[in-house]
């Protein structure tokens, strides 16, 4: 199988734990267990915990308060994994065959083009824009992109790298590209929850058409990326295909996976998780938005909707995987390139501000001097 780099992961993998300010992170500051549990929970019940093989579709508890968070699902509509990547990988590989095109859209956390690539035919892409500070789907580009040949239409909403939200009639345009041709809709749900002004959920693309899978898992919007839980809700048949195909990957999700996911899924505790980090990304997006803003004569920045993450556009005579790496070696700063979310030309860079928002400004600190220093060369040239 021809199988493509995963850039991003591959350059997150080298490098996070050996920078001294690791800006490449999507998520925030993660719970413990203990913040999970409560300070009065019963430590001792937990460590009881005997660790035997759960069942490998997820408990049945796990799975109905999973499917209380997708209004008209039901146990039999959900299967857990092991984090999101293994909810994408399972999806993607139960419904793509060889001949077969996957739409994606991009920019967007890039597993899913690999992947389409690697078990269907090939990938056509749809884009996001932006102009005049808001970003929108082409729907020209969704039109052209979703033909006769294509099983499957896959969006990562809310968007990661650029924290956008897809407006209604955007969602209802995904779906109508995928009902004219009869494909199934992949949602990435994993940034849902996180929300940067708004206090209830984005919406999700659950109940709109009946050929849709929706993956997500508890790494982003509930900051427990250690515990590596991720789940697919989809019609009972597609979630039966996705399931056989699980007992060639990892077989059953974790026991502690398993039942902590239970607990945090419950309605009240769901909510608790997405209050702490919806607190988190409020107070730490001003300062973050602040240092962008020294910088507006080179960056086009447009607010998130959701996600601990910021995306500018800059205005620099060098290329974005270029800039990141020369950033990393002199400054020991780590950040994404938009070169890695399917912006071959784009000229972008993701910052993470999900953790010590502190260490993050020192890290920033060290970004403005190689910055500094490209736009003295620029103006040293001839
Ligand atoms: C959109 C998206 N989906 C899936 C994942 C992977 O999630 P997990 O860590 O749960 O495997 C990520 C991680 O960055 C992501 O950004």
């Known amino acids: 199988m021809d199988l493509d780099l995963f850039t991003m992961e591959r350059y997150q993998s080298l490098y996070w734990h050996e920078v001294e300010y690791d800006l490449s992170e999507s998520g925030v500051r993660p719970m413990s267990i203990r913040d999970l549990l409560g300070p009065v929970a019963d430590a001792e019940a937990f460590m009881a915990t005997s660790l035997g093989y759960p069942l490998s579709?997820?408990?049945?508890?796990?799975?109905?308060?999973?499917?209380?968070?997708?209004?008209?699902?039901?146990?039999?509509?959900?299967?857990?994994?092991?984090?999101?990547?293994?909810?994408?990988?399972?999806?993607?590989?139960?419904?793509?065959?060889?001949?077969?095109?996957?739409?994606?859209?991009?920019?967007?956390?890039?597993?899913?083009?690999?992947?389409?690539?690697?078990?269907?035919?090939?990938?056509?892409?749809f884009s996001l824009r932006h102009s005049e500070g808001r970003w929108h789907l082409d729907l020209d580009q969704l039109r052209e992109a979703v033909t006769k040949k294509t099983k499957a239409v896959m969006v990562c909403n809310p968007n990661n790298p650029t924290g956008y939200v897809l407006s209604e009639a955007e969602m209802d345009a995904v779906v109508a590209a995928a009902e004219r041709v009869g494909a199934w809709i992949v949602a990435d749900e994993i940034y849902r929850g996180a929300e940067v002004d708004a206090d209830v959920a984005s919406p999700t693309f659950w109940g709109r058409y009946d050929k849709v899978v929706i993956t997500s898992g508890l790494s982003k919007a509930f900051a427990m990326p250690g515990l590596r839980v991720g789940w697919m809700v989809?019609?009972?048949?597609?979630?039966?295909?996705?399931?056989?195909?699980?007992?060639?990957?990892?077989?059953?999700?974790?026991?502690?996976?398993?039942?902590?996911?239970?607990?945090?899924?419950?309605?009240?505790?769901?909510?608790?998780?997405?209050?702490?980090?919806?607190?988190?990304?409020?107070?730490?997006?001003?300062?973050?938005?602040?240092?962008?803003?020294?910088?507006?004569?080179?960056?086009?920045?447009?607010?998130?909707?959701?996600?601990?993450?910021?995306?500018?556009?800059?205005?620099?005579?060098?290329?974005?995987?270029?800039?990141?790496?020369?950033?990393?070696?002199?400054?020991?700063?780590?950040?994404?390139?938009?070169?890695?979310?399917?912006?071959?030309?784009?000229?972008?860079?993701?910052?993470?501000?999900?953790?010590?928002?502190?260490?993050?400004?020192?890290?920033?600190?060290?970004?403005?001097?190689?910055?500094?220093?490209?736009?003295?060369?620029?103006?040293?040239?001839?």
């Open 234 to 382: 989809a019609p009972h048949k597609m979630i039966s295909k996705i399931w056989e195909r699980h007992d060639y990957t990892t077989l059953t999700p974790s026991m502690a996976g398993d039942q902590l996911c239970r607990f945090a899924m419950q309605p009240e505790v769901r909510e608790n998780i997405f209050a702490r980090t919806r607190s988190i990304i409020r107070a730490n997006l001003p300062a973050m938005e602040g240092w962008i803003a020294t910088h507006d004569d080179i960056f086009t920045y447009v607010r998130p909707a959701a996600g601990a993450i910021a995306y500018v556009d800059y205005n620099l005579p060098v290329r974005s995987g270029a800039l990141v790496e020369r950033i990393r070696e002199q400054a020991s700063v780590l950040l994404v390139p938009g070169e890695m979310f399917g912006l071959k030309k784009g000229k972008g860079l993701r910052f993470g501000f999900g953790y010590d928002i502190e260490h993050t400004m020192k890290g920033l600190a060290r970004v403005d001097e190689v910055l500094a220093e490209i736009r003295e060369e620029g103006r040293a040239a001839p």
């Open 57 to 125: 579709e997820g408990s049945a508890e796990t799975r109905a308060n999973i499917a209380q968070w997708y209004p008209g699902a039901a146990v039999e509509n959900v299967t857990v994994a092991n984090g999101g990547s293994e909810a994408n990988f399972l999806t993607l590989w139960s419904l793509l065959d060889q001949g077969d095109r996957l739409a994606f859209m991009v920019p967007n956390y890039m597993q899913g083009k690999g992947l389409g690539r690697a078990f269907g035919k090939g990938v056509d892409t």
